[in-house]
């Protein structure tokens, strides 16, 4: 897990983050799916996903717990 600076909620389950310049999406799985996960993908200034393949992220981890523990207070 990396530090990431917050930028936006883009909705429930999505927040726009910062790192180093680069933007990137922190989306937690739709409920249902069998393990809530948050993975974290490549983005533009305005949270479009420009990549799908994941960077970052965590199966058992919540978008806030996620934010909690990886986001520079």
Not at 4 to 26: H, S
Not at 46 to 63: A, C, P, Q, S
Not at 65 to 73: E, G, K, M, P, Y
């Amino acid at each position: 897990m990396q530090n990431y600076n917050f930028v936006r909620l883009i909705n429930e389950r999505q927040a726009l983050i910062t790192r180093n310049g680069e933007f990137f999406v922190a989306s937690q799985s739709v409920p249902g799916f069998v393990v809530t996960e948050t993975l974290v993908f490549p983005a533009n200034a305005e949270g479009k996903i420009t990549d799908w393949m994941e960077v970052d992220g965590e199966r058992g981890m919540t978008l806030e717990r996620f934010l909690h523990l990886n986001v520079i207070a």
